[in-house]
């Protein structure tokens, strides 16, 4: 491994030195990306109550103005209540208008909870939507393993009981595009009042759903501008804090909010706490040697290079999520 | 499990065949013992799908525990985790 002038890997590596500073280039460039590039006058963005589309509603107040940004709240059937509550307290928090636009009906229209629930029938037959939950899992614990995760769909019925089964190809691809309905239905809200109001379309994705491909093409990944599409989740609750974030937001434990069960983002997705994923990313981006990695994360150098071999193949089998249309 | 077990040699080929045909990578140097996770032959969806093949063509199950790099980290290996099971249900 090519290891690049680099600092001694430290668990304090990815920290912000300065958040104000960090805070004060974003905002500049956010403002000057969407006034002199994109020739808007505002920001939209849609708000979940969660921390990365609060730290970027905060930077969009900064950048252009309370009176300028329009909070969009997006819920459908199977959101979490909270979500929507967190998201008003924010707006009311920074002075911003908020809007609600529920998409359940649009996203009946397009049949995405019925393709889905179809294909949750293929592996459980007795699953009725009135009386269970669903969410998909991840299988086997992969990052420690040089294979791929294996997802599993789980149900959940109305006296808590839990059923797990390995999702085969068919029924995985077939939930995954039906519940991608949700975030696409929302990207379309998004730019019908950004349209309406001259405005820009703010994405809220960090650095890992970006780098990792945790979203949705044309969905969550649909927007103008990332402004902190290039930050560790380390350094957005940094950010948090400096903006004066509710804590009750910084102290929610971030969730997928796409299927009717409870789910963190850890447990279908990216397979270790933030604190970790952030220093381990970043040692693997900046080609740190495992051996050097291995000592600072209490990990053996094996399990180390599992995990970059694992960050290499999302990264390149996510690419796909990142492309432009191909144009040639 | 099928009637007519196959036999070793007949298992590496369809496994192989199965990947070649399968794979949307370089295989030019693809043998028995390449670590197709690792080379990244093979991603998360083309592992559901091999173990679909795998339980649909050779009839046999892999249970949770069976999903663990040493029975699937190349032709060799998955190829030894289709005998394994096939002998285990033999003496059952």
Redo the contacts between chains.
């Keep these: 491994m090519n290891k690049k002038n680099h600092n001694p890997f430290s668990r304090e590596i990815v920290i912000l030195e300065n958040e104000k500073s960090e805070c004060d280039a974003i905002v500049a460039r956010l403002h000057d990306n969407v006034i002199h590039r994109l020739h808007r006058t505002g920001a939209v963005i849609g708000i979940s109550g969660g921390i990365d589309s609060s730290v970027t509603l905060a930077l969009s107040v900064l950048a252009l103005g309370a009176e300028n940004v329009l909070g969009i709240m997006l819920p459908e059937k199977d959101s979490s209540g909270d979500s929507a509550r967190f998201a008003q307290q924010l707006a009311d928090k920074f002075n911003v208008r908020a809007i609600t636009e529920n998409i359940t009906g649009a996203l009946q229209g397009f049949g995405c909870y019925q393709r889905r629930d179809e294909a949750v029938k293929n592996i459980f037959p007795e699953y009725d939507p009135a009386r269970y939950k669903m969410k998909i899992g991840v ?2 614990s992969g990052l420690y ?7 599993s769909l789980v149900i959940i019925d109305d006296k808590g009981v839990e059923q797990s089964k ?4 068919p029924e ?2 077939q939930i995954e595009a039906a519940s991608n309905f949700k975030q696409r239905c929302r990207m379309s809200m998004l730019y019908y009042h950004a349209e309406r109001l001259h405005y820009a379309v703010i994405g809220t994705p960090n650095k890992h759903e970006v780098e990792q491909g945790f979203f949705v093409k044309y969905g969550d990944g649909g927007a103008d501008i990332m402004p902190i599409g290039h930050l560790y989740k380390t350094q957005v609750y940094q950010l948090a804090r400096y903006l004066g974030i509710p804590q009750e937001i910084i102290d929610r434990t971030p969730t997928t909010d796409t299927y009717s069960a409870e789910q963190t983002q850890q447990e279908f997705f990216y397979q270790l706490p933030f604190a970790q994923m952030d220093l381990l990313w970043y040692a693997y981006e900046n080609k740190y040697d495992p051996s050097e990695v291995a000592p600072v994360m209490e990990m053996t150098v094996e399990q180390v290079k599992s995990v970059f ?1 694992n960050f ?2 999302k990264f ?2 996510t690419e796909y999520l990142r492309m432009a249309p191909i144009r040639e | 499990m099928k009637e007519i077990l196959e036999n070793t040699a007949q298992i590496k080929e369809k496994i192989d065949s199965y990947i070649r045909k399968n794979t949307l990578s370089n295989i030019s140097n693809l043998n028995d013992k390449t670590l197709l996770f690792r080379e990244g032959i093979f991603d998360s969806m083309a592992f559901v799908l091999l173990i679909d093949y795998i339980e649909e063509t050779f009839g046999i199950k892999a249970s949770d525990e069976d999903l663990i790099e040493e029975n699937f980290e190349s032709i060799e290996a998955i190829t030894r985790f289709i005998t394994h099971k096939y002998e285990v249900s033999t003496v059952r």
């Design positions: 299988k086997n393993t040089n294979l791929p995760p294996l997802f390995r999702l085969p190809a995985f691809r071999v290499e193949r390149k089998t």
